[in-house]
């Protein structure tokens, strides 16, 4: 029985799909892996459909988001307002395409910087051994073992406001909230990385470029990184739920956007005190978080697949 | 052994000095502190501000306050919550054990359902009951807890109206009332907890136990004759479980960070409510002691992961 159970479900499908043999570039080979796996190309579809959403809603839906409208408060849902209104008659459906639009760059640019910084500290660490990797590695433990959301919550109610006079509210809170993320996310990242160099560097392929004279860094941008970027794809996939889920979380304690920049965590904080009147207020911008979530998650699950170093192939 | 636990303590002394040093950091660069607000309060004349301030020491510069305060901790004393009048230490002990007792609760949850449905998927990989688990752990894990929070509120205490919504430590019945009672109002903030945590573990379950299904031993076992109930649970499953108890322990930490979400939606007058209130009203001593019980439980729990792991697999020797 020894081996006898793939490493993927898909992975002995395309084994016997793949019999004529064609060159197809790597990516292509990935993609049509990643075809295969039905909920992730599912989830991919949504995704891109929420996307497209908050990109050109606000355009095309032309109610502003604060209008009030006492005649019109916690309406249920209806054509004039689709999601119904809040506890000041503004358009629900309105505030979530707009709040969708930050929820969603707050995941993505958390998770580029977790990337910068996670690649960076792996890869310096990685390549050079001896003192400086163990004091990165060192300094990578002690933001693992930092207390994270407590210190999330202290630094965003700390800096907050200073920031805020710096360079306005919206963009002030979005770069706090970003660096506050990112900075408590990079960990894993630069240990995968770590873990790849040290067994990609004694490959034979780098050991053959080595023999050349390629340089340290042409080793590194040239073979190495390429090489190891397939688990930091998949890692840095679910980093943009995890950061929407942070930052969702982030507002709905109170600590995260004002009450003007309505991101979906927000609302379902301001919600909160009318779940027994106005339960669609909350449902709307709940299922929005959940369902972004969810599709990122199978996204990553379907990418693990399409790229996993250690496939049946 | 006895060795190794002292190393280890000796290692995460400094780790534990290194987070109080940022947080000290933290807290001492940031704007605004207890006695802000009494400032601009009219009633308050400045001198008396002003003493109080000197007498706290709050004009001294960082490093004496952290030195300070260092001392202090050691000595067992936590400080004085301004706002809530009490010694921080009492107030953090007086809210500890509703934490523990929730948190408790919903790993216990968490386990019975990771378990089972982990190694039945493992057992069986790509089968139907795989593919619906998977499915549904992936779901489960992708649920943000305010969100299921909410929802349950919505639908058990607001539209069938069984369970309480609001949590009270100060329930006046005794006996088997008292324990009704504390169960019915636990349910909900249990279940949002467990079934997070059960989601993701379910996945490290299924993994763990796949690695091991396919060693040579295994297959041994099989060709032994043995049944595959017996297979499955006195070879593979002991083995597997190795990784996933150091994972629990590892998790613990994420789990109390997840607490103080469902004790803000649930009211639940645990330490992460603690902790919101006194970053809500400033209460500068509170926010440092809590935190710092938080940093106490991760290098506790990582340090009870080492342990564990060199226990139940002979095979890593303490050195």
Redesign the interface.
Known sequence: MAGSIPASAIASVVATAALPRRSVSPWAEAWRRFRRHRLAVIGLVVLCIMVLMVAFGPMLWKLSINDIDFSARLNTPSWAHPFGTDDLGQDIFARMLYGGRISLAVGVAAMLMAMLVGVTIGAIAGISRGAVDAALMWLTDLFLSLPQLPLLLILIYLFRDSLKQAFGPEVGVFILIVLVIGGFRWMPVARLVRAQFFSLREKEFVEAARALGASVPRQVYRHILPNSLGPVIVAGTIDVAAAIIAESTLSFLGLGFPPDIPTWGRILFDSKEYLDIAPHWAMFPGTAIFLAVLCINFVGDGLRDALDPRRVL | MGNYLLRRLLIALP?LL??SV??FT??A????DPFSEMVQNPNVPPEVAANLRKQFGLDDPVWQRYFRWLFAMLQGDWGFSFISRIDVDKLILGRVPVTLAVIGASQILALLIALPVGVISAAR??SWFDRIAS?FA??G????T??TG??L??VFS?KLDWLPFVFRADISATGWEWWRQNILQAIMPVTVLGLLQGASWTRYVRSAV?DV????Y??TA?SKGLKERAVILKHVVRNALIPVVTLVALTM??V??GA??TE?IFRIPGIGSL??DA??RNDTPV?MA??FV??C???LF?LIADLLYGWLDPRISYR
């Open positions: 780790s290194g987070i940022v947080l933290v807290l660069l940031a704007p605004g990989p790509y499915t992936l779901i894990f992708s649920l943000p305010f969100f909410l929802l509120i919505l607001i796949l299904i396919r060693l040579d295994v297959t099989r930490p994420l109390f960070g103080i979400i803000q902790l919101i970053i809500l926010i809590v935190t938080f940093a439980l991760v290098i990582n």
